[in-house]
């Protein structure tokens, strides 16, 4: 999963924050061969982050208003 984040007002997107355009992240995921076993919460946790993503489907890729990465960090290797 590739995410940009776009500086925001709260209203309207602005072009530049302090001089940065937008900042990137990527976690990459695999549905068939997991790292490891995950346990009955941290499988939750998974889910209600994909759950609480509001996809907008478009020609090429979808929008989400909102990424709230929170507890799903805790499983990013950095």
Known sequence: MH?????????KKVTSYNGFVAA???????VKGASRDFEAWEVK???DFFDSLE????????????????KLMMFVDM
């Open 3 to 11: 995410t940009v984040h776009l500086p925001f007002d709260g209203e």
């Open 55 to 70: 996809w907008t489907e478009t020609a090429k890729d979808p929008v989400v208003p909102k990424v709230t990465y929170g």
């Open 24 to 30: 990137a992240m990527g976690l990459m995921f695999s």
């Open 45 to 47: 946790i998974i889910d």
